[in-house]
């Protein structure tokens, strides 16, 4: 584990104490959650004001916990893995005084969060013996064993209740639930204001000044303060309807809210990931799919880290790795986000190499090859010298990287059998093909000559390397591939990953998820994954309310994979609609949800994710949160790290493919971006796919923000599937 800061000789706390103290809490735990996380917290001050020598002094607990953070970041002189997790104990610690106070009920997940923190505590603080780490590790799970209050369903039932309201009655709610707050807070001001008074009232009745001037000032002050303050109530029960919606929300969204249970919830094995995983076999191509949700990158992880390292899911029935692992995804975001949850798991024992396939493809062809290089651009300057009346230079762009390159077609199939073009916009006959074939192979050389290759085009050049040097070293570089999000390779990006492998590629991916590409075969790319492919079929992200929408939402998508079919267990509110007349007032409404979910419901501001769909929106949205006080962080640029929060995560729809987020924001002012060169159905499909894909990166909480008059089919019928018409489908 890793290194700790403070030093346990230090502390007059013996180990016997603490072992004595640890075993304490082990009996508290699967009991009474409120009671157990009041116990943890009661652990942690207690050692601390030891260690620190702070005994009975009146210190806060977030002060007690920032000095201990501050020594270990001092001590160890450098990155502590998962100390953000850690700090988040100060959200969770406002839950024990209603616990201590009030005799408040806390949840199954306050539990699960509190025991996590235990055990970072511990390991940072280096006390407690290995085998009681490892208990209250494994006693995790018997918070899982519990069942939600009844008070949770109740509130489920109101909130779908509330969501059936209509645009203009949900736009005034939220004025409220924006009013309240403010209220909220003069109410507290106010009450703190009369306490100060009766404490100098009383100072004053205990001298000669008690039926003085200055007393009689104080009473009517205070007086006076009572009166606004019981206008102030007035308007607080005026808010009823507002105060209970933001209630109902927290009892029924208890899943992420911080940081240490949003890392537990997407690390968590769930028993079906687990009998997968145990039937990957690393002699032979293997194929994880499922539908959105389902856990296919958490297995691929898993089975890279358990395969090399064995240790507690050695049972398993894996054979030890002894070469080389690669994880290669479509998109530089998915790259740093698999990093990050890899890190999470554990800090060795991971992949040798994560990047996107382009890169990894990239640097095959400069070791074949030196001086030859990937150019985005390259392609566009030949296809406006080599288009030709009746084919533009976007048509032939894209037939030669999307189609002919990106497919490994052949002239005989192309040309002489005129191969269907599955999703591509213009059909061509014969001599028009022949003409583009032509145009292709004198792109070809060009790039050749100038050792500049574009995407499509490097593929075939490597493929073309490996069929004249099929053992070449340079090449064959890795012993095991692990593919993330196949669906969004083209066959050519496979063959030429396939090739790359000593030993096998082992993939993971949902074709109802593609949004980069209208077909996807995995016949095509030349791998065999019959009697090697498993399905995961339940929905570990979502709640039945989201995966409800989503899956009535993915019906309405032609050409669905019919055996992806999940199931969802975990309940949580229902997905909510906002509609506004033009761009100003959505902006308005995306304002006021990201700070109900960040105020009134105490997200980590990094839990809450914005998807919009061009680029350009960006600067928008970015200025808008800003001016109401939200940091941003773009997903997408290179220097976003997910280990960061406190900052309101953006994206385009694309570059959320594969990621999770506790709270999503849908800014659908406009279709998502799919590109030209496909076909009107074809083009579709894709905007719906991408729709679909944001709506599945929802954990709690998914808004969906529109216009009143949709500018699309798309977001027209996900609109319509919020009516009761469309909740019927």
């Not at 639930?177 to 009450?191: F, K, P, T």
């Not at 075939?460 to 064959?476: E, F, G, N, T």
Request: hydrophobic content about 40%; aromatic content about 8%.
């Amino acid at each position: 584990m890793e290194s700790a800061a403070p030093d346990p000789t230090a502390s007059a706390i013996s180990p016997a104490i603490v072992d004595r103290n640890l075993e304490r809490l082990e009996t508290l735990q699967g009991t009474d959650e409120g009671v157990f996380v009041l116990a943890v917290h009661a652990f942690v001050e207690g050692w601390i004001r030891d260690r620190f020598g702070h005994g009975e002094v009146d210190t806060t607990f977030p002060s007690l916990l920032q000095e201990f953070i501050d020594h270990c970041k001092t001590n160890l002189g450098g990155w502590i893995p998962r100390l953000g997790s850690f700090t988040t104990m100060n959200l969770a610690h406002h839950g024990t005084n209603g616990v201590r106070h009030r005799f408040m009920a806390l949840t199954r997940q306050d539990a699960e969060v509190a025991t996590s923190h235990l055990e970072m505590f511990c390991k940072l603080a280096r006390i407690g013996k290995p085998e009681r780490l490892d208990s209250i590790r494994r006693y995790l799970a018997a918070w899982d064993e519990r069942k939600p209050l009844g008070a949770t369903i109740e509130a489920l039932a109101a909130l779908k209740e509330i969501n059936k309201r209509d645009a203009e009655d949900k736009r005034r709610l939220m004025e409220q639930v924006s009013e309240l707050s403010q209220v909220r807070s003069e109410a507290e001001h106010l009450g703190e204001l009369i306490k100060q008074k009766d404490r100098r009232i009383g100072e004053l009745e205990k001298t000669a000044e008690a039926r003085g001037e200055k007393a009689d000032a104080e009473r009517r002050e205070r007086a006076a303060t009572a009166a606004r303050l019981k206008d102030v109530e007035k308007k607080l029960a005026e808010l009823g309807d507002a105060s209970a919606y933001i209630e109902m929300n927290r009892k029924a969204s208890v899943f992420a809210r911080t940081r240490a249970d949003y890392e537990r919830a997407i690390i968590r094995l769930s028993p079906e990931q687990r009998a997968v995983l145990s039937q990957i076999k690393l002699d032979a191509d293997f194929l994880v799919k499922g539908a959105a949700g389902t856990g296919k990158t958490l297995v691929l992880l898993k089975a890279i880290e358990k395969a090399k390292s064995g240790g507690e899911e050695a049972s398993l029935d894996f054979q030890e790795l002894s070469g080389s692992v690669a994880l290669l995804t479509y998109t530089r975001t998915l790259v740093k986000y698999d990093a990050y949850v890899a890190r999470v798991l554990s800090d060795r024992n991971g992949a040798d190499r994560i990047s996107t396939a382009d890169a990894f493809i990239q640097d095959r062809l400069a070791s074949i090859e030196p001086g030859a290089r990937m150019d985005y651009d390259v392609l566009e300057e030949l296809c406006k010298r080599y288009a030709f009346e009746g084919f533009g230079y976007k048509d032939l762009f894209h037939e030669a990287e999307d189609f002919i390159w990106g497919n490994d077609v052949s002239c005989d199939e192309y040309v002489t059998r005129v191969m269907e073009r599955r999703g591509m916009k213009k059909p061509l006959a014969r001599e028009l093909r022949e003409r583009v074939w032509a145009a292709c192979e004198a792109m070809a050389t060009e790039m050749e000559s100038e050792r500049r290759f574009s995407k499509g085009y490097s593929r075939i050049k490597l493929l073309r390397a490996v069929a004249s040097m099929p053992d070449d070293p340079r090449i064959k570089c890795m012993d095991y591939i692990f593919v993330d999000e196949v669906q969004d390779l083209t066959a050519a990006d496979l063959k030429a990953i396939k090739a790359c492998a000593r030993r096998c590629v082992v993939m993971a991916g949902d074709a109802d998820q593609s949004i980069f590409q209208p077909g996807f075969s995995f016949a095509r790319a030349g791998l065999d994954i019959l009697g090697r492919a498993r399905i995961l079929k339940t929905n570990f992200r979502n709640t039945v309310a989201l995966h409800e929408l989503s899956e009535r939402y993915r019906a309405l998508i032609p050409g669905q994979d019919a055996a992806n079919q999940p199931m969802a267990y975990r309940e949580g509110p229902p997905p909510e609609l906002y509609q506004a007349k033009d761009n100003r007032g959505l902006l308005d409404l995306l304002v006021a949800r990201v700070e109900f979910f960040a105020r009134d419901l105490e997200y980590d501001p990094g839990n809450i994710c914005v998807l919009f769909s061009y680029n350009k929106d960006f600067d928008a949205i970015e200025e808008r949160l800003s001016a109401a006080g939200f940091g941003v962080s773009d997903i997408r640029k290179s220097d976003h790290a997910f280990e960061e929060f406190g900052r309101v995560r953006l994206s385009t729809f694309q570059s959320s493919k594969g990621l999770d987020f506790p709270v999503v924001l849908l800014f659908l002012n406009r279709p998502p971006f799919v590109g030209d060169g496909y076909e009107d159905a074809a083009a579709e499909r894709m905007r719906r796919s991408s729709i679909y894909v944001g709506m599945t990166r929802a954990m709690d909480h998914l808004d969906v923000l529109a216009y009143e008059e949709a500018s699309s089919p798309a977001i027209a019928d996900l609109v319509g599937l919020f009516s009761d018409e469309g909740q019927d489908r």
